[in-house]
């Protein structure tokens, strides 16, 4: 009996929205093709308005249970999410090199500090509180206690240049902080955020606190920066003529807002990142009984 060639079984990339995996309320898909050869990797799906609004819907159902819980236990649930893609670092290493033309050791080594980033932020959801609040000196009997609160729902608009180690450095300071996430994710190397999405759904992230969307990125910014539930901004990876529209736009609604600027993502990201996203509560009350 002769040796038959298999078929081969292509991988279906879908959105991750509200902890589902659906396709584009469009129907509509992209190609997305390898940065040296051209080649075609995948159909994508283009994402919609309607699918940018169904995201914003699921991420702020999921903020007060996210933000509500404990610092500790966010770090906990985060570190799960480096375990799992430490799990599949081989795939991602693939589809790195693909998406952004890296020899097989390069693309390995992005994945590996994208895993060293996400363990590092998920050490500073029970730290940042300490760096950023504390207590304030009054003239009067009185405590009074600054503390930080996460601000809400947060689009983020990942960068173009650097499709993981990008992505979890603007996506993990987000949710790390206590924030829900709607990620609109590099137009032109989308597959990696879209497998990532498959790491958060069998880790312990709560459905709806992080929402990846593939499209064209002018397409899905323009109705998050305007969306009135929506309450910051992150500009990573729009270009500079995008990124004044859109932040003509979300001053509408007095959306934070972080500009986009040169960043190397190897470097040392510091803290910035996590305060961008967050609020300051101050609290008084008198000493004594």
Known sequence: MSEQTRLAVFKTYKLYVGGKFPRSESGRVYEVTD????N??????LSSRKDARDAVVAARKAVPGWSGATAY???QVLYRVAEMLEGRREQFAREVADAEGLSKSKAAAAVDAAVDRWVWYAGWTDKIAQVVGGANPVAGPFFNLSTPEPTGVVAVLAPQDSSLLGLVSVLAPVIATGNAAV???AERAPLPALSFGEVLASSDVPAGVVNILSGR???LSAPLAAHQDVNGLDLAGAPAD???DLEAAAADTLKRVRRPSAEVWTNDPGTSRLTSWLETKTVWHPIGV
Do not use: Q, Y
């Open 183 to 185: 990620v609109v994710a």
């Open 242 to 244: 995008l990124a004044a």
């Open 217 to 219: 990125t002018a397409e």
């Open 40 to 45: 075609w990797l995948a159909n994508a799906p």
């Open 73 to 75: 236990n966010r770090g």
């Open 35 to 38: 940065s040296k050869g051209g």
